[in-house]
């Protein structure tokens, strides 16, 4: 006798607030997972950079380096490097265990919106709002860059590394494609100015918000526009979006307090979470599992799929 197969669990959205760290660096400017969802990285105004236990909230060291506030961070694979940039034009590569600077990369004439390692951490790359993207070795001691992507008419909000591919979107309403192994440039004309880009888990597709209060999913490779997701509000703010763990939802922040998932293949805003009573800055999803980081007000919060469970002592399990 044959038992029907049981029906697949729906994906778990995180909408249970599991801790709300106040950082102590005046406004958050960014937070970010490191690459294996442990830790995490909130950027300040206050010009410092903190790395954070996820699970217990703690802090574990603050990098102070920058003349100005941070605006975007990275961890390498290994955990044993960061990188960090800023409005005071530069970028900071760290060592995570001693907390100094190990190089500070100078270049771009305007504040630093986007950082972020290659695969192999050998490369950081760097978006700024003078137009440029550059590409810096970070193990040589050469002070310029080995490569200088200035294909943008306006400022560079933001960037996303893969493999061989890079991603940029830009104030000037493009987001641009580039293979590095091919030698190949794409540009996909949105229109309005674009506060984030991001490439889908399986690499098929791209996801851009821009300062009309939407976000548009794409072909990578043919660059058909497969979903418009809309609801929030971003008209001022360069803001975070992201994909889910299993790319089944959409997720942005909003000018209005709110984070907002959309189911990826219907549009329809699958749960509007309150977050706060301000801007939501920034957020970043859990690469494996159902967890995202918010920031907002100088706090950021962890939010999870299920309540956390609390045991007789009151102590979080």
């Not at 105004?45 to 909230?57: A, P, Q, T």
């Not at 089944?248 to 189911?263: K, R």
Request: aromatic residues 6%.
């Amino acid at each position: 006798m044959a038992f029907p197969q049981p029906r697949p669990q729906p994906p778990q959205l995180p909408r249970h607030l599991h801790r709300t760290i106040d950082c102590q660096q005046g406004a958050v400017r960014a937070v970010r997972f490191n690459a294996d969802g442990n830790y995490l990285l909130s950027c300040g105004s206050d010009k410092s950079l903190k790395l954070w236990s996820v699970s217990r909230g703690t802090l574990l060291k603050t990098y102070s380096g920058h003349g100005y506030e941070v605006l975007d961070a990275d961890g390498s694979y290994d955990n044993s490097q960061l990188c960090s940039c800023s409005s005071d034009k530069t970028v900071i590569l760290w060592d995570v265990a001693s907390g100094q600077v190990t190089r500070k990369l100078r270049g771009h004439v305007g504040k630093v919106n986007c950082v972020q390692f290659n695969d192999e951490a050998s490369v950081i790359l760097s978006g700024s709002i003078d137009g440029t993207v550059r590409c810096w070795d970070t193990r040589s001691r050469r002070m310029e860059p080995i490569q200088v992507l200035d294909e943008a008419r306006d400022g560079v909000s933001s960037l996303k590394v893969s493999e061989h591919e890079v991603l940029t979107g830009s104030v000037d309403g493009r987001v641009r494609h580039y293979d590095l192994r091919m030698g190949q440039l794409h540009v996909d004309f949105i229109g309005s100015p674009i506060t984030c880009v991001c490439f889908t888990q399986d690499g098929q597709c791209t996801l851009s918000s821009t300062l009309d209060s939407t976000l548009r999913l794409l072909d990578k490779s043919t660059g058909e526009m497969l979903g418009e997701y809309t609801g929030h509000q971003n008209k001022s703010y360069k803001m975070d979006c992201s994909l889910s763990n299993k790319d089944t939802h959409v997720v942005s922040c909003s000018e209005e307090g709110h984070v907002y998932y959309w189911d990826l293949v219907e549009g329809s805003v699958a749960l509007k979470l309150p977050v706060g009573k301000g801007v939501v800055q920034s957020l970043s999803f859990h690469p494996t599992d159902p967890l995202l980081l918010t920031a907002t007000e100088g706090r950021v919060q962890v939010w999870g799929g299920e309540p956390l469970e609390t045991s007789e002592d009151g102590t979080e399990t």
